[in-house]
């Protein structure tokens, strides 16, 4: 059973820069591709970057692209995602996520979720 703990997430004025961390316990790390998601309020969970086992393949959702970065330590079992230029409508409840299988994540059908960070923009 794989434990993911996002953390990072808080109040920031538009235009500046966060960096979410999710630390994962209770498997090989190395053995997981790993994913970002956020929820707005009333809106429904949607997809925002994804990264395979080595970090070599990284994947975006068309308004992350450009001014997010996924990235992960498997040393530190901690896959991170660099935001700037961070905008009101990126206010959300960032999740992460874990499978072994990519495509998973990619569907959002991965096994494992962290409890989420929240993140604010205000303008």
């Known amino acids: 059973q794989v434990q993911l703990v996002e953390s990072g997430g808080g109040l920031v004025q538009a235009g500046g820069s966060l960096r979410l961390s999710c630390a994962a316990s209770g498997g090989t790390f190395s053995l997981y591709a790993m994913g970002w998601f956020r929820q707005a309020p009333g809106k429904e969970r949607e997809f925002v970057a994804a990264i395979d086992r080595t970090g070599e393949s990284t994947f975006y959702t068309s308004s992350a692209k450009g001014r997010s970065t996924i990235s992960r330590d498997n040393a530190k079992n901690t896959v991170y995602l660099q935001m700037n230029n961070l905008k009101p409508e990126d206010t959300a409840v960032y999740y992460c996520?874990?499978?072994?299988?990519?495509?998973?994540?990619?569907?959002?059908?991965?096994?494992?979720w962290g409890q989420g960070t929240q993140v604010t923009v205000s303008s």
């Open positions: 996520s874990a499978d072994q299988d990519l495509e998973m994540i990619l569907q959002e059908e991965n096994d494992y």
